[in-house]
Nanobody
Framework: QVQLVESGGGLVQPGGSLRLSCAGSGITFSSYVMGWYRQTPGKQRDLVAAIFRGGTNYADSVKGRFTISTDNAKNTVYLQMNSLQPEDTAVYYC?????????WGQGTQVTVSS
């Protein structure tokens, strides 16, 4: 059984930083495209960042502020988020894709507010 468990969300002031973690079991991260998505109420879930074999991809809105990385030995993917802004407020989801499989974590809330 595949499990993805996110942690590290919370409340942070504008300009602050958070690091999200996603620990997985049942799959080998190095064989999957690992990604972070986010969703706000009433909107679709959007890609924030993805990583596969060292290559990365970022949404334009987070380039230069967010960094995705993996620790394959720990089967964990991270999202370092710096210079957070109120518009970054969302539920952040960890994702693992390798056709035809597509797995999601339960999500972790990030709230940026003063």
């Amino acid at each position: 059984q595949v499990q993805l468990v996110e942690s590290g969300g919370g409340l942070v002031q504008p300009g602050g930083s958070l690091r999200l973690s996603c620990a997985g079991s049942g799959i080998t991260f190095s064989s999957y495209v690992m990604g972070w998505y986010r969703q706000t109420p009433g909107k679709q879930r959007d890609l924030v960042a993805a990583i596969f074999r060292g290559g990365t991809n970022y949404a334009d809105s987070v380039k230069g502020r967010f960094t995705i990385s993996t620790d394959n030995a720990k089967n964990t993917v991270y999202l370092q988020m710096n210079s957070l802004q109120p518009e970054d407020t969302a539920v952040y989801y960890c994702n693992a894709q390798r056709w035809p499989n597509n797995y999601w974590g339960q999500g972790t809330q990030v709230t940026v507010s003063s």
